[in-house]
């Protein structure tokens, strides 16, 4: 049984950005020499999230949109007592969720035709961690 | 270590479906022979998603509804720049997820008593593929 | 390849609770003797979920207060033809999403600064279990 570590670093010129990571996920497969397995994609930060879906920009800002819907930015949160103006990313970042699991089969990511892997920021301007781990044989 | 891939088709009559799979991921399961492991179940499309919980038809048109509430079909998305007119269907995909794991003990799915594996289609009329890839020893 | 499987036992006195598991996770981790593989924390019912994020008890009420504006407790969910009136946690569960896979390497759960891992609880006060599953080597 093979695994493969990797952590890709995000330093965002925006609050909120969303992230095409397909092709660097597919550069940790293929370090890894794995040709039956899963990989693990999955952010390192509580404001941020990773997903699987199109990689078309208006479906992007339809995303974003509907995230700034339930949970905007802006209000008191609660969380807000502590000094942080970020709440939103936290709660963004759990409806999207902050993970997914990537099946490799015959030595390739076994994706739909038009499942692209994205990295999603919530509150970005700062250097931000996810990690790949590629499980296999 | 054992792999076991499938993979299930759906042409749904109706724009908007809710089908059990648990069935058949049992069937791919026992396939594998495997007694200890995962089992990843994940849409391959960008429109459906796979989730678990409760048979029961009423909590499935609750789910149904929420989601319509939430990404509703018909507003003018702008995905809809590009000619297709199912923008809440990846919005939908994206609140529910696109996909479960399945833990296995004993040669069995480790489920609770009301958990079932379903699959959520929001965008039918069209062939659509789900993967099952069951991992273990 | 080993395995290593445990299950948490939860009958929280609320309704809604909200429990950091971190520590019952990383006791299963070090059981295990794994030092690289996957977690999976999985919840067993379909009244409850299990995420990832921050330990600060503001975010957790202002969580609870997103998921309640989107789900509520108290109107007829069609759910409640069966007698249950649990039909918002149904639908909290499917928001937050019922389970995570948490990385491990070099022995240690490969997790963020800040996050921890929670049980959350939509219908409490009766008997319900989380499933704990190591998997690597």
């Known amino acids: 049984m093979k695994f493969y570590t990797d952590y890709l670093w995000f330093n965002t010129e925006k609050r909120r950005e969303y992230i095409r990571i397909t092709n660097q996920v597919r550069d940790a497969l293929e370090k890894s020499g794995i040709q039956e397995g899963m990989i693990l994609v999955s952010a390192m930060h509580i404001t941020a999230g990773v997903y699987v879906n199109d990689n078309e920009p208006g479906i992007i800002e339809d995303l974003d ?33 902050h993970q997914v699991i990537l099946p490799v089969t015959d030595g390739k990511l076994d994706l739909g035709p038009w499942q692209e892997v994205f990295y999603a920021e919530f509150d970005g301007r700062r250097k931000k961690r996810v990690v790949i781990k590629v499980m296999g044989e």
Chains 1, 2, 3 share one sequence.
């Not at 700034?68 to 999207?96: C, M, Q, V």
């Open 65 to 97: 949109k509907m995230l700034e819907e339930l949970a905007p930015f802006g209000p008191e949160y609660l969380h807000h007592r502590t000094g942080e103006d970020n709440g939103d990313a936290h709660l963004k970042s759990l409806l999207i969720h």
